[in-house]
């Protein structure tokens, strides 16, 4: 099961995320402030996370160059959410590291599209069976190799 992590300043808000984002198949995790964010990614480094642009760190900058800082931080997927719509402020956000973003109120079909559009691009893939190549020690006692699917089919 893909895991995300909800990090913003509203109650109401990580509340209506985990909501849609649980009924699309993840195992949710919030955060209200940066610091907890930071040590839920660090500790579980989860498939997705949902960044509220207003969430600052302790040093007062934004949360999303932090969270590309940190180990296997440019490996999750990453979207801002914003109540400002201005192209300013988009670009600012993919400056700062997202991988997309939202804007607020968002609701489940778009967030379903822009799910699929990152698993398009290969952000998101847990869950997805991944095409590796594996060594075959048949009983024959040669050595062969070849491809196998592995992980849960979606």
Not at 8 to 26: I, K, P, Q, T, V
Not at 42 to 57: F, N, S
Not at 90 to 96: F, L, N, S, T
Not at 124 to 144: C, F, H, Y
């Amino acid at each position: 099961m893909a895991t995300a992590l909800i990090a913003d300043l509203s109650d109401a808000s990580r509340r209506a995320a985990s909501h849609m984002l649980e009924r699309l198949g993840f195992r949710v995790a919030t955060a209200s402030v940066a610091e907890e964010a930071l040590a839920l990614i660090a500790g579980t480094m989860p498939d997705l996370v949902l960044a509220d642009a207003r969430i600052e760190t302790a040093n007062g900058g934004p949360l999303s160059p932090s969270i590309r800082k940190l180990a296997r931080g440019k490996d999750i997927c990453l979207f801002h959410v914003t109540a400002d719509a201005g192209a300013s402020s988009i670009r600012r956000a993919m400056e700062a590291g997202a991988d997309d973003y939202l804007v607020k109120p968002y609701d489940e079909a778009l967030l379903r599209f822009k799910l699929m559009q990152a698993r398009a691009r290969g952000r998101i893939d847990a869950g997805r069976p991944k095409l590796r190549v594996v060594q075959d020690n048949a009983a024959t006692g040669e050595t062969s190799w070849r491809f196998g699917l592995y992980g849960k089919a979606v």
